[in-house]
């Protein structure tokens, strides 16, 4: 998808209510607005939040050029000209704060906060949440691959089975930050750095006349890159024989076959009866890679039947994130320009969790110094200082503020980061590696209870006070008292 085409990545109700505003004057009157979600997928403990770079990206090439316009005039809603013109001219010069890529998140806290012209904030709300809701959603999912893996090698193949490229290419880069070691797609390694694997398919084998042919000319033509798979034929009987053999003649010639490849079958007991047979060879640096519609289920699984495999190829249900069909990220206004001013939203909702938390709001990760783990993260609104000034912070579950604890020795880390101030860039983005690096010591600051697989714990997000009192209040007068 080029970046031109992308102004019109939006839902068309967007560009009506930029036009409302627009008619009744109201287009330049400032708007705050959160991105969060309400419920983690998978039932995991926790999400990685992901897409930031591509969200930068589109709002950094966000215009509106002939081809757009002349559509938009087409429209049965017969915009006005000069509306049409304001679009030609429009240009983000808002403020964007996000949480950093990489980072562990939890329900209910903003993980980006937008704050601008009515006419610029209203517009990006469908592609900002395109891009994080998959993409958060597929680091999430790698990185629960990850906790099972272990140090075990893993490679992301999903191409082939993503829903479309611009999939395929950012589901690999979220992957990558999550832990995964190495992408199929040669597009995600030229354009983010990933490193790239390959090794050969059920093609090659059958394009010979026989698998140690097969084989043998693979070798010949990549000797130190030398993955066979193992499986076209049978498994035991003849690949893992003739990769054997293959391995035996690279090694007269100071060479070394990397690994095999299990592509299908009963994994764990061919993979046992592999390593014995290549043990038996001599070959015991000779890696196994295993495929075939992968997931930490299934890996698990495999490790507790003592699978022999070295690495993962995880393909199909990594990058369509299995489990779940999507984050479920919203993008809810929070507070609007008002007589000058910036006062408080609310959105009230039969159903509870949609009820929104008004104001505008920081987020700060709450790290006991004794541990060095974090404790909760902590949601106040903008101007409180008591967690800046290292202040005694009261922590209670919103939902039963009766359950509450104190906290004073703590050092609070600051989620919600400048990103655009005013429609200039703050800095430069950091590299796919740092964001990486910083996932894995992310990761190190929870207890293993919130990241468990299976029934985790939940970690807390607590209002503060403040903030906590404001949204009790606007629920009571919007309620018109009925809750009292």
Known sequence: ?????????????????????????????????????????????????????????????????????????????????????????????????????????????????????????????????????????????????????????????????????????????????????????????????????????????????????????????????????????????????????????????????????????????????ARRMLDEAGLGYVKIVASNDLDETVIFNLKAQEAKIDTWGVGTRLITAEGEHALGGVYKLVAREKDGGMVPVIKISGNPEKVTTPGIKDVYRIINRRTGKAEADYVMLKGETDVLEGNRIKLFDPVHPYRFKYVEDYEAIPLLRPVFVDGELSGPLPDLAHIRDYHRAQMEKFWPEYLRMLNPETYPVDLSTRCWELKMEMIRSHSGGKNE
């Open 1 to 273: 998808m080029r970046h031109e085409q992308l102004a019109l990545h939006t839902d068309k109700y967007q560009i009506n209510m930029m036009y409302a505003h627009w008619i009744h004057g109201t287009h330049n009157e400032k708007a705050v607005f959160d991105v969060y979600f309400r419920k983690l997928p998978f039932g995991n403990g926790y999400a990685v939040f992901a897409g930031l770079e591509r969200a930068v990206e589109y709002i950094r090439q966000l215009r509106f050029g002939d081809e757009e316009i002349a559509y938009l005039r087409s429209q049965e809603e017969r915009y006005r000209p000069e509306f049409l013109e304001e679009l030609r001219r429009f240009r983000f010069t808002g403020s964007l704060y996000a949480v950093p890529e990489g980072t562990p998140i939890f329900p209910n806290e903003p993980l980006m906060r937008v704050e601008g012209r009515i006419f610029e904030t209203q517009l990006i709300e469908t592609a900002l949440l395109n891009f994080v809701n998959f993409q958060t959603l597929v680091a999430t999912k790698a990185s629960r691959i990850k906790r099972i893996a272990q140090s075990d090698g893993l490679l992301e193949f999903g191409t082939r089975r993503a829903h479309e490229a611009d999939a395929a290419l950012w589901g690999a880069r979220a992957a990558y930050i999550a832990g995964f070691d190495a992408t199929s797609n040669l597009l995600a390694g030229m354009r983010f750095g990933i490193p790239t694997k390959g090794t050969h398919a059920h093609a090659w084998v059958q394009g010979h006349d026989s698998e140690e042919e097969a084989f043998d000319r693979f070798a010949e033509a990549l000797p130190d890159e030398v993955t066979l798979l193992v499986d076209t034929y049978d498994t035991l009987a003849s690949g893992v024989p003739n990769a054997i053999r293959t391995a035996k003649k690279l090694e007269a010639q100071g060479k070394r076959m990397k690994a095999i490849r299990l592509d299908s079958g009963d994994l764990a007991y061919l993979s046992r009866q």
